[in-house]
């Protein structure tokens, strides 16, 4: 017999920036119900996820009193705090028609994560997705895309989860197997960018350059290398924004001239770019 498909997450993502300026709706959480309403927001995020992308209510006054119990607070405070997220758009309460409950929590950001999250296990949008989901057309499509073609992503036949709890288990055996993913992300990587590389034609003569190669003539390297990774992510996951070789050039080099030597400033400013959701360097310009 074949095993069941699992539909929760054993884990998610938990941003560094949750309680920074990724996150404004948090910090006005935080102080307007202090850590009451942070350990009541991550209570339903670990609800919604070990379920799937949504978790249906049974019974809203028991789900309620469940809370209050578990964390001590009185059940009219656990409700403020859920219409509180609900109006910032942090969680959305679907009333259900019908006998099969009284309440679906979910959002969208909850549901985009969850879609990212679902790429650990090679699934498309198409193969999960059901009742109450929220992510238009346009937006599955970006996310099928961004599955099949972000080199930053281990698609090894093996199942994560289970390497993951055989690593716990076996300290040699993780550090083995750590290194041996890293060579594999690096050869994956070389791999992908030079498909997404830009063609620059000059006498019928192609010129292709990869990301590596790029960094390595700029003298990109360490902290700083891993940064303008992490922006070049951003922008594709976020926007479906591939860099191709003159953009990268014309960054590196305005960063250059913003910050000459000074590495910390390069860095900050495409972690600042990608907190902040931009789809530009400052340094770039209009």
């Not at 070389?190 to 034609?201: A, G, P, Q, T």
Request: hydrophobic letters at 35%; charged letters at 30%; aromatic letters at 12%.
């Amino acid at each position: 017999m074949a095993r069941p498909q699992k539909k929760g997450l054993d884990y998610f993502p938990f941003d560094v920036g949750f309680f920074g300026v990724k996150s404004p709706e948090v910090r006005i959480l935080k102080s307007r119900y202090h850590a009451d309403g942070v350990v009541v927001y991550i209570y339903l995020l670990c609800t919604i996820y070990s379920n799937g992308y949504y978790f249906l209510v049974d019974n809203w006054e028991d789900f309620i009193f469940v809370i209050s119990d578990e964390f001590k607070i009185s059940c009219d405070k656990v409700e403020q705090i859920i219409t509180f997220l609900c109006n910032r758009s942090m969680l959305l309460k679907l009333e259900v028609k019908g006998c099969i409950g009284d309440a679906v929590l979910t959002s969208h950001g909850i549901q985009m994560r969850y879609a990212q999250a679902m790429k650990r296990r090679k699934k498309r949008i198409a193969e999960f997705k059901g009742e109450y989901w929220l992510l238009t057309e346009t937006e599955e499509a970006e996310l099928d895309t961004f599955l099949q073609s972000d080199p930053f992503i281990d698609f090894s036949a093996n199942n994560s989860e289970n390497e993951n709890s055989f690593s716990a288990n076996n300290p040699i055996n993780s550090e083995i197997n750590s290194t041996n993913k890293n060579k594999l992300n690096e050869t994956k990587l070389k791999e992908n960018n030079d498909l997404e590389v830009s063609k620059k034609v000059s006498n019928k003569k192609e010129n292709l350059e990869s990301y590596d190669e790029i960094f390595e003539n700029c003298k990109v390297a360490g902290l700083y290398k891993e940064a303008f990774i992490e922006f070049i992510r951003h922008l594709k996951a976020s926007y479906g924004i591939v860099v191709l070789n003159d953009r990268l050039y014309g960054m590196i080099a305005a960063l250059d001239t913003k910050y000459h030597n000074d590495v910390n400033g390069k860095i900050t400013e495409l972690n600042r770019s990608i907190v902040c959701g931009y789809k530009r360097l400052e340094c770039e310009g209009d």
